[in-house]
């Protein structure tokens, strides 16, 4: 089945400095990507919409500036947490659209954890 | 994105025992989506539901999108102790993005 791949799985962090999570969709195309944030012991919650060779759109609260993506090919799209702060501590998870099928696959998530 | 509540928020059962969760929202979804979550990992799709009443199984899972298109439950039969997970309905109406439920954790004691 179709497979998407985020790395890393884990990263441990100072705080003020940058982290980058890749999404790779490994046998499908994915013109739409997601990036969502897990609390503990809460539910996923939508962060951005990833367009490949567009803008990402941003849900509310969330800041652009902070959490920048990039979706520059059809099977990768990166988010990287800029200054990273403890706050931003959580499970990042992605998933990615097949453009043929419309079907959504999950990335096995990254946990972040900034000290 | 749309609010879901899914209930129970946890379930403490014994093997063998059937499970039963459920959805609703506050609008009508043109899918519905019943994931499994584990600790330290995404989500992992259980059931697809793309047709309002449609019943569907996966072994000893079973789900139904709702006549009303803005609800749906997932039936677990004969829970067994690798059922132990955080169940999550997810869904989406005109969009591309999945609004997710808050999840049901599930204990199965053996």
């Known amino acids: 089945g179709a497979v998407v791949s985020q790395h890393p799985s884990r990263v441990i962090c100072k705080s003020g400095t940058s982290v980058k999570i890749e999404c790779r969709s490994l046998d499908f195309q994915a013109t739409t990507m997601f990036w969502y944030r897990q609390f503990p012991k809460q539910s996923l919650m939508l962060m951005a919409t990833?367009?490949?060779?567009?803008?990402?759109?941003?849900e509310q609260g969330v800041e652009k500036d902070k959490f920048l993506i990039n979706h520059a090919s059809l099977t990768l799209s990166t988010l990287t947490v800029t200054s990273a702060h403890p706050e931003d501590s959580s499970f990042y998870i992605c998933?990615?659209?097949?453009?043929?099928?419309?079907?959504?696959?999950f990335g096995s998530g990254t946990q972040l954890s900034v000290l | 994105g749309q609010q879901l509540n899914q209930s129970p928020q946890s379930m403490f059962i014994q093997e063998g025992e059937d499970v039963s969760m459920n959805c609703t929202s506050s609008s009508i979804f043109n899918t519905w989506l019943w994931y499994k979550q584990e600790p330290g990992e995404g989500p992992v799709l259980l059931i697809a539901?793309?047709?309002?009443?449609e019943l569907t199984s996966n072994g000893r899972l079973t789900a139904q999108f709702g006549i009303t298109r803005k609800d749906s439950f997932l039936n677990i039969s004969a829970s067994i102790p690798s059922d132990v997970g955080i169940y999550f309905c997810?869904?989406?109406?005109?969009?591309?993005?999945?609004?997710f439920g808050k999840g049901t954790s599930l204990l199965v004691t053996p």
């Open positions: 990833s367009n490949e060779g567009s803008k990402a759109t941003y």
């Open positions: 539901l793309y047709k309002a009443g």
């Open positions: 998933s990615a659209r097949d453009a043929v099928n419309e079907k959504l696959f």
């Open positions: 997810a869904g989406h109406d005109s969009g591309y993005a999945l609004n």
